[in-house]
């Protein structure tokens, strides 16, 4: 997968990307335990599997979630379970990844004013993952981001970029009755990083 005009190496100003502010800044460093965290899980229907979504909140406008697929990607053949794991390969494309990073921006009251990154490299470590009504902690740690469309599922050529050097997600986790089919695995709605 091709990622346009990556930047290694990002400064502390905000992104730019094609002609336009993105509202991300590209180096968000140590964000340690985000805030208002959640813990969802959803049957996936396609390959019957479960989807568990974890999400915290950095500021008003940004948002990370972290979306374990059962089936896809690292956990090809199998359940998502605990481990570390390198974003590589599949688990950088919106339409395969069983471990998903995003981080949204949310700039109007609008879902399609949302800017959706997915993570492209760096390291997810799955600390805790167990039952329904037990604890789920997964950490972050040297992830970089890009910008990706969700309708297209791919990357934006030359869009934003950002990179996080340390996060973590935990909280209970519950269950949700909507069940959730692959095609809407993006990185804005039921599979997309909503809450």
């Not at 940004?62 to 390198?86: E, P």
């Not at 590589?88 to 919106?94: C, L």
């Not at 890009?146 to 297209?152: F, G, I, K, N, T």
Request: net charge negative; aromatic share 4%; glycine share 16%.
């Amino acid at each position: 997968m091709a990622l346009g005009g990556c930047r290694m190496g990002f400064d502390d100003q905000t992104a730019v990307a094609m002609g336009r502010d993105c509202g991300v800044v590209n180096q968000l460093g140590s964000l340690g335990a985000l805030t208002m965290p959640s813990v969802k899980v959803m049957d996936e229907t396609i390959m019957t599997g479960k989807i568990v979504q974890l999400s915290g909140t950095i500021d008003s406008e940004l948002s990370v979630r972290v979306q374990l697929w059962d089936g896809y990607g690292a956990f090809a053949g199998g359940k998502a379970h605990a481990g570390s794991f390198v974003l590589e390969g599949a688990d950088t494309s919106t339409a395969t990844c069983g471990v998903c990073v995003y981080l949204n921006r949310r700039t109007g009251s609008q879902s399609s004013s949302t800017t959706t990154l997915i993570g492209v490299t760096g390291e997810v470590v799955i600390e805790a993952l167990g039952a329904i009504g037990s604890d789920v902690a997964v950490a972050l740690v040297g992830v970089e981001l890009a910008e990706v469309d969700p309708s297209a599922e791919a990357l934006i050529d030359d869009g934003c970029r950002s990179s996080i050097d340390d996060a973590r997600l935990a909280g209970t986790s519950r269950s949700e009755t909507d069940g959730v089919s692959r095609g809407g695995h993006g990185g804005d709605g039921a599979g997309s990083g909503s809450d």
